[in-house]
């Protein structure tokens, strides 16, 4: 027998950032690894260039310190962690657990950059330019 939920007023969806040091955190909470922050911290530059330049059209980073908070919010935020644990999986040669990472990172990577699309409006007037 399921249980009847009352009628209640959809909630206004709280969007919370996160650092690149709670990315870091939880990743090292669900895997053991031998490969430091520096090296992480890297690697989650390299995606936050990605959603930056590719979903965002803005410019990239040149560094990323652990308290830098990162540009992709709740609940699309899980797609730092899936990268970062592909990426380890990648460096470990565990090619079936990398590719089963890399499907869940390409899943949420692809819903927040339609998210964005649909989201995000252009200024009035604008145009689109660099075509020939």
Do not use: W
Request: contains cysteine; aromatic residues 10%.
């Amino acid at each position: 027998m399921y249980k009847e939920i009352p009628d209640t007023p959809p909630q206004e969806q709280v969007l919370c950032s996160i650092t690149a040091q709670d990315v870091l955190n939880h990743v090292f909470a669900l895997r053991v690894t031998a490969y430091d922050q520096s090296l992480l911290l890297r690697r989650l530059l390299t995606l936050e260039n990605m959603i930056l330049t590719e979903i965002h059209f803005k410019q990239p980073l040149a560094e990323l310190a652990p308290e830098t908070e990162l540009i992709a919010t709740t609940p699309y935020d899980e797609v730092y962690e899936q990268y970062l644990l592909a990426q380890i999986d990648l460096m470990d040669m565990e090619l079936d657990a990398y590719n089963a990472d890399m499907r869940m990172f390409t899943s949420t990577y692809g819903e927040y950059a339609a998210r964005v699309r649909r989201d995000t409006r252009p200024q009035a007037g604008s145009q689109v330019t660099g075509y020939a």
